[in-house]
């Protein structure tokens, strides 16, 4: 009897065409996924895998890819079926375009600006939100809020680099995470009801016969899986991220040897703080170099990882970056030795700073450039905010002392006249040269944070 999970059972579940990373993947990280959700009997294993196995079609996508034909288009979006509300005619121009045109035409028509409905369900009001946050993972998050929430949930900095739940190592931990949100699937899984478990995942019963021949053939592979001894799971620590900002989840396989962590005793933070170093300077994302793990580097280091071919699993955690270390150093290496050095690869749209692909990527540009005036006042009624904060406790406590001495202050009006006169005697082009001077210098900020906004676009910096 035992918990164990290997390849040839996963393979014996999900049938000939299930990719090998993912496969992988769930083998390295099922001792974490069994202690993290509780996995701790064989139904619920099985459920657990039927329903993975469901929403990537036996392990062989991690993502929506939209290669729809015009039937599967009506079938799933269509007229009476989604409120994206798609007409036939509408569904043959979509299903007419080449592949790699037809998944972001579809989803931004279904899931982003083109299906105002679930444009505000999902959040996704950026021009390209509905392709960016497509169903993704080994649960099929759709939608820039679940992706947040996700993010919430893992760690990983999911909303800046939504790619990133497409990654196999990602996915599986994205997966089991959601599966112990609130205990509903592990109590479902109990009473052995794949319908309620299917509730629970997809919020219906579309798949409900893959699943169920997912789960009969997990219940007859892993008809020598145990439950696991409670005690056990109770005493295992709980590693404490690195930081606020780590991934939750420690996913090195058990046999890995032992590497001190980012952020312990003896641990050398050196390393890291190079490599947020060598990969800001190609233009990747990893925040402000510390030394320290946290999302944004994860983020950067996967992002590195996709665009170098992928020559390791992107980490979700700091054991995850210590174990890909050496690898990940090497191709460093390499990348800098290149000539010219590499740098993130950008589209040319991106590269000439096409106007729509920055106000798509960068938003808050547009009004900048749109309406200047509003931009100003609204840098005008901040700095006068400021100023206030700033001299609101003086002039309270000049009011106090006015109120205090009203009586022995002269009344004669001569005074303010007198104060007055010296405002007046100021020369008007003195007032228009330092109003000019304000608003010169508020263009001068704008114009600059706009300039370098196109640049990390044009590089690829700002994803």
Same mark, same amino acid.
């Given at each position: 009897?035992?918990?164990?999970?290997?390849?040839?059972?996963?393979?014996?579940?999900?049938?000939?065409?299930?990719?090998?990373?993912?496969?992988?993947?769930?083998?390295?990280?099922?001792?974490?996924?069994?202690?993290?959700?509780?996995?701790?009997?064989?139904?619920?294993?099985?459920?657990?895998?039927?329903?993975?196995?469901?929403?990537?079609?036996?392990?062989?996508?991690?993502?929506?890819?939209?290669?729809?034909?015009?039937?599967?288009?009506?079938?799933?979006?269509?007229?009476?079926?989604?409120?994206?509300?798609?007409?036939?005619?509408?569904?043959?121009?979509?299903?007419?375009?080449?592949?790699?045109?037809?998944?972001?035409?579809?989803?931004?028509?279904?899931?982003?600006?083109?299906?105002?409905?679930?444009?505000?369900?999902?959040?996704?009001?950026?021009?390209?939100?509905?392709?960016?946050?497509?169903?993704?993972?080994?649960?099929?998050?759709?939608?820039?809020?679940?992706?947040?929430?996700?993010?919430?949930?893992?760690?990983?900095?999911?909303?800046?680099?939504?790619?990133?739940?497409?990654?196999?190592?990602?996915?599986?931990?994205?997966?089991?995470?959601?599966?112990?949100?609130?205990?509903?699937?592990? @109590?479902? &899984?109990?009473?052995?009801? $794949?319908?309620?478990? *299917?509730? #629970?995942?997809?919020?219906?019963? !579309? =798949?409900? +016969? %893959?699943?169920?021949?997912?789960?009969?053939?997990?219940?007859?592979?892993?008809?020598?899986?145990?439950?696991?001894?409670?005690?056990?799971?109770?005493?295992?620590?709980?590693?404490?991220?690195?930081?606020?900002?780590?991934?939750?989840?420690?996913?090195?396989?058990?046999?890995?040897?032992?590497?001190?962590?980012?952020?312990?005793?003896?641990?050398?933070?050196?390393?890291?703080?190079?490599?947020?170093?060598?990969?800001?300077?190609?233009?990747?994302?990893?925040?402000?170099?510390?030394?320290?793990?946290?999302?944004?580097?994860?983020?950067?280091?996967?992002?590195?990882?996709?665009?170098?071919?992928?020559?390791?699993?992107?980490?979700?955690?700091?054991?995850?970056?210590?174990?890909?270390?050496?690898?990940?150093?090497?191709?460093? @290496?390499? &990348?800098?030795?290149?000539? $010219?050095?590499?740098? *993130?690869? #950008?589209?040319?749209?991106?590269? !000439? =700073?096409? +106007? %729509?692909?920055?106000?798509?990527?960068?938003?808050?540009?547009?009004?900048?450039?749109?309406?200047?005036?509003?931009?100003?006042?609204?840098?005008?009624?901040?700095?006068?905010?400021?100023?206030?904060?700033?001299?609101?406790?003086?002039?309270?406590?000049?009011?106090?002392?006015?109120?205090?001495?009203?009586?022995?202050?002269?009344?004669?009006?001569?005074?303010?006249?007198?104060?007055?006169?010296?405002?007046?005697?100021?020369?008007?082009?003195?007032?228009?040269?330092?109003?000019?001077?304000?608003?010169?210098?508020?263009?001068?900020?704008?114009?600059?944070?706009?300039?370098?906004?196109?640049?990390?676009?044009?590089?690829?910096?700002?994803?």
């Amino acid at each position: 009897m035992s918990q164990m999970i290997t390849a040839a059972h996963l393979k014996a579940i999900a049938g000939a065409g299930a990719r090998a990373d993912m496969i992988a993947a769930v083998v390295r990280g099922w001792p974490t996924a069994v202690a993290k959700a509780r996995l701790t009997s064989r139904l619920r294993a099985c459920h657990f895998l039927a329903q993975i196995m469901t929403e990537t079609g036996g392990f062989q996508v991690l993502s929506e890819s939209g290669a729809y034909r015009a039937a599967g288009i009506m079938k799933t979006f269509g007229v009476g079926r989604h409120s994206a509300a798609i007409t036939a005619a509408e569904a043959q121009r979509i299903a007419a375009l080449p592949v790699a045109q037809r998944g972001p035409v579809l989803f931004k028509r279904v899931y982003g600006t083109g299906n105002p409905k679930k444009m505000r369900e999902f959040g996704n009001t950026g021009p390209n939100d509905g392709w960016l946050y497509r169903g993704g993972g080994m649960m099929q998050c759709t939608g820039k809020s679940n992706y947040a929430a996700m993010a919430k949930k893992t760690g990983l900095p999911l909303v800046e680099h939504p790619e990133m739940l497409h990654q196999p190592d990602s996915a599986f931990l994205a997966a089991y995470l959601e599966w112990i949100q609130d205990g509903r699937c592990n @109590a479902a &899984a109990d009473r052995d009801d $794949p319908v309620a478990v *299917r509730h #629970v995942i997809n919020g219906g019963e !579309n =798949g409900m +016969a %893959a699943c169920r021949a997912f789960l009969a053939k997990a219940k007859t592979v892993l008809a020598d899986y145990s439950a696991a001894p409670v005690a056990s799971l109770l005493a295992e620590p709980e590693e404490a991220p690195a930081d606020a900002g780590a991934a939750p989840i420690d996913d090195a396989d058990d046999a890995a040897p032992t590497v001190p962590m980012a952020g312990d005793a003896g641990a050398d933070d050196s390393v890291l703080l190079a490599v947020q170093a060598d990969l800001k300077a190609m233009n990747y994302n990893p925040g402000i170099p510390s030394g320290q793990w946290g999302g944004m580097t994860a983020g950067a280091i996967a992002g590195f990882i996709n665009d170098r071919g992928r020559f390791a699993p992107a980490p979700a955690s700091i054991g995850d970056f210590q174990a890909i270390r050496p690898a990940l150093l090497a191709e460093i @290496a390499r &990348a800098k030795s290149e000539q $010219p050095p590499f740098t *993130r690869p #950008v589209t040319d749209a991106r590269k !000439n =700073g096409d +106007a %729509a692909t920055v106000a798509a990527v960068a938003p808050e540009v547009v009004p900048v450039k749109r309406n200047f005036l509003a931009a100003a006042w609204a840098s005008v009624v901040a700095f006068l905010s400021a100023v206030w904060t700033t001299v609101s406790s003086y002039v309270g406590q000049a009011w106090d002392w006015f109120t205090g001495n009203k009586d022995s202050l002269p009344t004669d009006p001569s005074y303010l006249s007198t104060a007055w006169s010296y405002v007046g005697k100021v020369p008007l082009a003195v007032w228009i040269f330092v109003a000019a001077g304000g608003l010169a210098f508020i263009a001068w900020n704008s114009f600059n944070a706009v300039r370098k906004i196109n640049q990390s676009v044009k590089t690829g910096a700002r994803q």
